[in-house]
């Protein structure tokens, strides 16, 4: 096939005629509209647009927060990546002030740069991947009870976060397991009741 040809066939295609192709003062006086100039600029009415069906939203009853939720995957995905965000973020901060109030042998710029690096390398991944780790399994859990009871609501989420922080310190003993799922639940509880009045 010759090149030539389709280069002639396209530019048929695109310029109907020359009273489409722009002159100076069309340009000059404003009277020209540039998307003509794209080769499908005459076609949205002939297109057929791909219906996705993945922005449909959740269709559990209460599911319907300020946050709108597609699903399980979508909590879990943007849930433990915004926890785990914030995380590191928190403990980036409590690095850099930990390392820049440690007491230094030698008053040195470079040892309290590398104090408060390492410092902050320290704190922020425990912190973030903590906060990541409760994160994917509270989203589990509030998911696995959402579908079990086939609503979504306080009750839900806070029985999820109590399960997750009684699972988080389960190896610290009883009191400790007892006191993070208090907490954990009190703080799902919150963010529930935030989500549902904002």
Same mark, same amino acid.
Do not use: C
């Given at each position: *096939?010759?090149?030539?040809?389709t280069?002639?066939?396209?530019?048929? %295609?695109?310029?109907?005629?020359?009273?489409?192709?722009?002159?100076?003062?069309?340009? @000059?006086?404003?009277? &020209?509209?540039?998307?003509?100039?794209?080769? *499908?600029?005459? #076609?949205?009415? /002939?297109?057929?647009?791909?219906? #996705?069906?993945?922005? /449909?939203?959740?269709?559990?009853?209460?599911?319907?927060?300020?946050?709108?939720?597609?699903?399980?995957?979508?909590? @879990?995905s943007?849930?433990?990546? %915004?926890?785990?965000?914030?995380?590191?973020? @928190?403990?980036?901060?409590?690095?850099?002030?930990?390392?820049?109030?440690?007491?230094?042998?030698?008053?040195?710029?470079?040892?309290?740069?590398?104090?408060? #690096?390492?410092?902050?390398?320290?704190?922020?991944? &425990?912190?973030?991947?903590?906060?990541g780790?409760?994160? #994917?399994?509270?989203?589990?859990?509030?998911?696995?009870?959402?579908?079990?009871?086939? /609503?979504?609501?306080?009750?839900?989420?806070?029985?999820?976060?109590?399960?997750?922080?009684?699972?988080?310190?389960?190896?610290?003993g009883?009191k400790?397991?007892l006191?993070?799922?208090?907490?954990?639940?009190?703080?799902?509880?919150?963010?529930?009741?935030? /989500?549902?009045?904002?």
């Amino acid at each position: *096939m010759d090149p030539r040809s389709t280069a002639d066939q396209y530019q048929a %295609t695109s310029y109907n005629s020359s009273q489409d192709a722009p002159t100076a003062s069309d340009l @000059l006086l404003g009277s &020209f509209d540039p998307t003509k100039l794209h080769p *499908m600029a005459g #076609l949205h009415d /002939k297109l057929d647009y791909l219906l #996705l069906e993945d922005d /449909k939203t959740s269709d559990l009853p209460g599911a319907g927060t300020a946050i709108p939720s597609r699903g399980w995957s979508d909590d @879990l995905s943007y849930g433990t990546g %915004t926890m785990y965000l914030s995380g590191l973020a @928190l403990g980036g901060l409590w690095g850099l002030r930990e390392g820049a109030q440690r007491p230094l042998a030698v008053s040195n710029t470079r040892l309290r740069i590398n104090s408060i #690096l390492n410092s902050v390398t320290r704190r922020g991944t &425990f912190i973030g991947n903590s906060a990541g780790v409760m994160a #994917l399994v509270y989203n589990s859990i509030n998911s696995t009870i959402d579908y079990a009871r086939g /609503k979504h609501d306080t009750l839900g989420s806070m029985v999820a976060g109590g399960l997750t922080g009684a699972l988080y310190k389960s190896t610290a003993g009883i009191k400790p397991a007892l006191a993070a799922a208090t907490l954990a639940s009190g703080l799902a509880g919150v963010w529930s009741y935030v /989500k549902r009045s904002v």
